[in-house]
């Protein structure tokens, strides 16, 4: 089946505590992203990779790091994490991001992660 | 990138068509408009893409004008179901394959 899937599901964290979020996709997409939600602000975007060579910052991309060592996954990394990262984080991939054209991302289940 | 907005929320019944206009003033001549759905607590999942005029798929169609500073989504006769929240986007690859989701509209489906 094609999927994208992110674990854990559930995280419950303290302050400064390393934390990563993987994320995989079977469907061989170039593309992946990372978003957080919270209430009121929609989907917000944190990281994206283009490709295996090619990670740019999103809108949100402060006490974040990523890293696409492999095209299948990209994951995201909380080296200090702090409550004000406590949100709902979505992984996304799409096939590419080729000139004049948008492929539609396909989304992974979603990871809740609460930062004490 | 183009900035969208959409209306916060709206209301409707069971049957009825709804459509919810979302305006990109800024719209790129590269971008291309997307719609997606999302659940409580789940991904947002596509429902509809188009660059201009009209695109009709199996859940919905999207009417673009010809200046396209602003695109409609249309969904025929809804159900509870359909209850969620819908988000427009404008994306391009233009200096990268940057995203920008926005609010979104709440579409809250009555019996």
């Known amino acids: 089946e094609a999927q994208v899937t992110q674990n854990p599901r559930y995280l419950i964290t303290v302050t400064g505590k390393k934390l990563t979020v993987t994320c995989s996709q079977n469907m061989n997409h170039e593309y992946m992203s990372w978003y957080r939600q919270d209430p009121g602000l929609g989907l917000r975007q944190i990281y994206y990779s283009m490709n295996v060579e090619v990670t740019d910052k999103g809108d949100v991309p402060e006490g974040y790091k990523v890293s696409r060592k492999e095209k299948r996954n990209f994951p995201l990394i909380l080296e200090s994490p702090s409550p004000n990262q406590t949100s709902l984080y979505f992984c996304?991939?799409?096939?590419?991001?080729?000139?004049?054209?948008?492929?539609?991302?396909?989304f992974g289940p979603g990871t809740r992660l609460t930062v004490l | 990138l183009a900035k969208t907005t959409q209306p916060i929320s709206m209301d409707s019944y069971e049957g009825q068509e709804v459509n919810i206009t979302c305006s990109h003033n800024n719209i790129a001549t590269n971008d291309y408009i997307t719609w997606y759905q999302q659940f409580p607590s789940q991904g947002p999942r596509f429902i509809i893409q188009?660059?201009?005029t009209k695109v009709t798929n199996e859940v919905a169609s999207l009417f673009i004008p010809a200046d396209r500073k602003s695109s409609t989504l249309s969904l025929p006769r809804v159900s509870l179901s359909d209850t969620a929240v819908y988000y427009c986007l404008v994306a391009s690859d233009t200096g990268g394959f940057k995203t920008i989701f926005g609010a979104g509209t709440r579409l809250f489906v009555k019996a």
């Open positions: 996304a991939s799409s096939l590419s991001g080729l000139a004049g054209s948008y492929n539609e991302q396909f």
């Open positions: 188009g660059y201009k």
